[in-house]
């Protein structure tokens, strides 16, 4: 049987693959997408979105609008920049605000370099109820001071 520390480090492997190789990026389903679109488009975000430690930056819009592929652009662009500690997670299976908090720590205890300034991107964190709670926790208990939270 698998436990929920398991399943939780499964996932954040799977979500995460360019800490085992920066190149598993051109194999990201949003960014092949995006790339065999035709054209090329840099969503406004990219720019307006700071990737700086500040509390956190909060990016909404209708479904299916791009807010996704814009994340993992952003994330293509911190790892081709040689940002190792990058987190995208999709929490749309989770209900509780408690899972915010376990998957980053849980991510930061996996990874071979844990220690400095992160760049955290919680995707589809609004599915869960009191979502800011699970937030709010990571910055009262300093779990996130130091990080960028898109």
Not at 43 to 62: D, K, M
Not at 88 to 100: K, M, P, Q, T
Not at 115 to 123: A, K, N, R, T, V
């Amino acid at each position: 049987m698998v436990g929920p520390v398991d399943t939780a480090r499964a996932q954040i492997v799977e979500l995460n693959p360019w800490w085992r190789s920066p190149n598993a990026l051109a194999k990201d389903p949003h960014l092949v997408r995006m790339g065999g679109a035709g054209f090329h488009w840099d969503p406004p975000a990219l720019q307006a979105i700071p990737l700086e430690p500040v509390p956190s930056t909060h990016s909404g819009g209708r479904g299916r609008s791009g807010k996704t592929t814009t994340v993992k652009t952003m994330v293509e662009r911190l790892v081709r920049s040689g940002q190792s500690r990058v987190l995208h997670f999709s929490f749309d299976l989770e209900r509780v605000a408690r899972a915010i908090r376990d998957v980053i720590v849980r991510a930061k205890q996996l990874h071979p370099d844990p220690d400095g300034s992160w760049y955290l991107f919680p995707d589809e964190v609004i599915s869960i109820p009191e979502w800011q709670l699970g937030l709010e926790y990571l910055w009262d208990s300093c779990h996130i001071r130091q990080d960028c939270v898109v």
